[in-house]
């Protein structure tokens, strides 16, 4: 059992930057891929980024390629989003995920999930 806990979420202008956290329990961290998703007002949950187990690898969705940057921390059990030049259609509500198999975008692959923490981007 694996229990995320996001945090750094908050309202930001058009082209500012954000830093979220997910901090895990358990002391199996390091066996899990981890991925962020996002669910706008309306829509539904779609995947940002995902990082593997060894933090080796990464994977983004388009729309962010270039602006997030997904890493990890084993030792600490954490894994961060950074999140520069921020855009309206950036404004979600963002959970953080752990999948005990391959890195993936696909959000049924993913096992555990946080309660999420909402970024808000004002133009």
């Known amino acids: 059992q694996v229990q995320l806990v996001e945090s750094g979420g908050g309202l930001v202008q058009a082209g500012g930057s954000l830093r979220l956290s997910c901090t895990a329990s358990?002391?199996?961290?390091?066996?899990?891929?981890m991925g962020w998703f996002r669910q706008a007002p309306g829509k539904e949950r779609e995947f940002v980024a995902a990082i593997s187990r060894s933090g080796g690898s990464t994977y983004y969705a388009d729309s962010v390629k270039g602006r997030f940057t997904i890493s990890k921390n084993n030792a600490k059990n954490e894994v961060y989003l950074q999140m520069n030049s921020l855009k309206p259609e950036d404004t979600a509500v963002y959970y953080c995920?752990?999948?005990?198999?391959?890195?993936?975008?696909?959000?049924?692959?993913?096992?555990?999930w946080g309660q999420g923490t909402q970024v808000t981007v004002s133009s």
């Open positions: 995920a752990a999948s005990s198999r391959f890195i993936t975008s696909m959000r049924d692959d993913y096992d555990y």
């Open positions: 358990g002391r199996t961290f390091s066996s899990y891929v």
